[in-house]
């Protein structure tokens, strides 16, 4: 399993919990982003910039991800297409895109967007918490295990 970050929204304290977890482990960890990232200095862990344009890291992401491996995204297209190369997909909160969740989400997220283009405040999403950080935390160390045990 290799872990591919969507890494232009992904939160700092996030992708810290990836480097510790892709430092303990040894797994392949990329992230990409359309700007320059800092990494820590190790073999198994690299930053891939990607010309700046609507998706285009998205697409990359798509592009090299293979069978079982696992992408961290909020982004729910992105998500739907890792599902059906046959990936993983977590959200930073922490929250595992299913096959059988994406289709409702992928409804919730297009009727959202009909509402804040037709001029309804919707907000954002809540700060992330703890309790986030935590839940992503538990859910990454149980894929990587299961990964690595599979090995």
Do not use: Y
């Not at 303990?24 to 990607?50: F, Y």
């Amino acid at each position: 399993m290799k872990i591919w970050v969507d890494a232009d929204a992904c939160p700092v304290v996030i992708k810290d919990i990836l480097f510790r977890a892709a430092e303990r482990s040894g797994l392949e960890l990329t992230l990409i982003a359309n700007q320059p990232l800092r990494v820590p200095p190790a073999a198994n862990i690299r930053a891939v910039q990607v010309a700046a344009g609507f998706d285009v890291a998205d697409h990359e992401i798509v592009r090299r991800t293979s069978e079982g491996d696992l992408v961290i995204t909020g982004d729910i297209p992105l998500a739907a297409e890792v599902l059906e190369k046959g990936g993983m997909a977590l959200t930073p909160r922490g929250e595992r895109f299913t096959t059988e969740n994406i289709r409702a989400r992928l409804n919730i997220r297009d009727f959202m967007e009909t509402l804040r283009a037709s001029g309804v405040q919707s907000g954002g999403p809540a700060a992330l918490s703890q309790a986030d950080r935590q839940q992503f935390a538990n859910q990454l160390d149980r894929l990587i295990t299961r990964a690595l045990k599979q090995r």
